[in-house]
């Protein structure tokens, strides 16, 4: 790959705190937001300066706690650092939130507020008087235990091991040999999987009992009758309706589960079994072996950037200097909290990628997929308020969604051998249909969770297998699995740490088919309208957002219909 010049970033000349801080106690910070507080405004040149010094503050206090984040996730076995992280969440984040509110009130009672862009604050301004309305002090020490609680997800999962011909493996790696060809390699590795899952199942259904009583108190207290209806406020769903989640859910169902259908009959019929078993499902149909598109972190960083390049310069820059700063945690290891994530750091403007590779197709799109939200976090750095760059996940998942699409298009620099290229197309587009139906039944299980608090465990479980079982083909034969079926849930990170943090993948994934859909047709043109709208930040609706993206912000089934059909057209030029 040629070697490019490329400029490292540096943070920022601070204006309001000092160049350096180490934030240790609370009395490092405290005086930046009795300043803001007691501050005389004059003029909307002054409130601007207000803005401005606030938006630094919150810069340096986020990329603080994503450092700590950052750190223990990448070694959840080492005390200190989870220690460290607590102690932000647990000292620092809890007197923040009542002088934060403070200063929401001030900026709202502002006479100069109205002289503002409304074209750039109207959304900011929208977004600070919604936080007003939900505040309450006696939510502060419950939102502290749920951050401190939720975290435990991933300690535990982190813990998960099998043993495999005499070694250790996480259960990342686990999951790589249910692609292996040989059937019973993959029944015995499924069972060991799902038996050492069964361990914790009590444990995690304990943690998220626990975690619903809090948030349902959260709930409570800001005057909600119950969580589902309070968080969609929190999240600023602005442009959608519960109902329009529930329209998302039927025409998931109504569009794509038939496609689902075609597609598992087929296998079945292709591996010419009889029963068609959950471990049945990633093996290659025509007997060959996983795609290993790359051997390590490293050679997969090094083909990401070259990818990266070929779709725009920039773009492999970006990549690039995350390289050079270290902002890259790739490999899957012993200790290391499950999952994947771009974590935005609000001042310097480069983000951290963080995930478990185990050189697997899968994993390629993992980093593609963070590599469109790394995309989204250089192209707004420069935006002057922090919370502009803040996106609603709507927003933030079509940039990563769209690049999971885009750069498909570019990866004969992970597969030189063109049948090799072609499976990893058409896994690619089939998961992208397919996973909308996980994202609807992950979404609609919260939604009867959250209405219905005071649910025994068992309900729970039996709920799940009824919601799953609306969204799955039938297919695969689960007997004997009954118990494997009933806590599917608990596989999946976002239902204990970010509660309804997820049909926006969905809503995202059908804006990404749009872009791609943009780009076969006119590369160039479909790049500048998807870089416009990262550009945007927050400072328009979701659906201007999409618009400016070329793609409509529409989840009704004749619109799911359309793209649906379209990949389908897609699958078979393959």
């Known amino acids: 790959m040629e070697t490019k010049q490329i400029a490292i970033p540096s943070k920022p000349i601070r204006k309001f705190l000092p160049q350096e801080l180490t934030i240790d106690a609370w009395s490092k910070v405290e005086s930046y937001f009795v300043d803001l507080k007691n501050r005389t405004i004059n003029s909307v040149q002054e409130l601007e300066k207000w803005l401005y010094d606030r938006s630094e503050l919150e810069a340096v206090l986020s990329e603080d706690l994503a450092w700590r984040y950052i750190k223990m996730t990448c070694d959840t076995a080492n005390e200190e650092l989870t220690n460290s992280y607590n102690f932000f969440v647990e000292e620092i984040e809890p007197k923040v939130a009542p002088l934060g509110n403070e200063l929401n009130k001030k900026f709202i009672a502002c006479p100069f507020i109205d002289q503002l862009d409304q074209s750039r604050y109207a959304i900011y301004i929208r977004g600070v008087r919604k936080a007003l309305e939900l505040y309450r002090d006696e939510n502060i020490p419950l939102q502290t235990k749920i951050a401190t609680e939720s975290q435990k997800y991933g300690a535990i999962t982190a813990a998960m091991t099998i043993e495999w011909k005499g070694k250790e493996i996480t259960l990342q790696m686990a999951g790589s040999l249910l692609k292996d060809v040989d059937r019973a390699i993959r029944e015995e590795v499924y069972h060991k999987i799902q038996e050492r899952r069964s361990k914790d199942v009590d444990k995690l259904n304990e943690l998220y009992s626990e975690l619903i009583q809090l948030r349902h108190q959260v709930a409570l207290n800001a005057g909600f009758k119950n969580y589902r209806d309070y968080k969609f406020e929190e999240l600023g769903r602005f442009d959608y309706t519960v109902n329009d989640c529930y329209n998302f859910h039927q025409s998931i169902s109504k569009e794509i589960l038939p496609l689902a259908e075609a597609s598992d009959l087929e296998r079945k019929k292709i591996l010419k079994l009889d029963v068609l078993k959950p471990w049945d499902g990633d093996v290659d149909l025509e007997g060959k072996p996983p795609l ?34 270290g902002h890259l945690d790739l490999d899957s290891r012993k200790g290391k909290a499950p999952g994947g994530y771009n974590y935005p750091l609000y001042e310097i403007g480069v983000p951290f990628i963080f995930m478990n590779s185990v050189g697997l197709h899968r994993d390629l799109v993992t980093m593609v997929h963070e590599g469109g939200h790394a995309i989204h976090s250089f192209v707004t750095r420069d935006m002057e308020i922090t919370d502009f760059k803040s996106t609603p996940s709507e927003v933030a998942e079509l940039a990563s969604m769209s690049m999971e699409l885009i750069s498909m298009e570019h990866w004969n620099v992970f597969f030189k051998n063109e049948d090799d290229l072609k499976r990893a197309k058409k896994e690619q587009l089939e998961k992208s249909l397919r996973t909308l139906l996980w994202i609807a039944a992950v979404d609609k299980f919260q939604h009867w969770v959250y209405e219905h608090p005071a649910h025994t465990v068992a309900e729970r479980m039996a709920e799940w297998k009824n919601v799953i079982s609306q969204f799955s083909t039938g297919v695969y034969d689960y007997t004997g699995l009954e118990a494997v079926r009933e806590r599917g849930w608990q596989s999946q990170l976002h239902i204990f740490e970010v509660p309804f943090y997820y049909i926006e993948y969905g809503m995202a994934q059908l804006g990404a088919i749009a872009v791609w859909r943009n780009y076969k047709k006119d590369p160039e043109d479909a790049l500048n309208k998807y870089e416009a709208a990262l550009r945007l930040g927050y400072t328009k609706s979701i659906p201007e957002i999409y618009t400016t993206a070329g793609v409509k912000f529409d989840f009704s089934q004749a619109y799911v219909k359309e793209l649906a059909d379209f990949v389908k057209l897609e699958l078979e030029k393959i």
């Open 292 to 325: 290993k598109p790359f051997e390590n972190g490293a050679e997969l960083t090094d083909k990401s950037i070259e990818c990266f390049y070929k779709i725009r310069r920039s773009y492999g820059e970006y990549l690039e200097i995350m390289k050079a700063m």
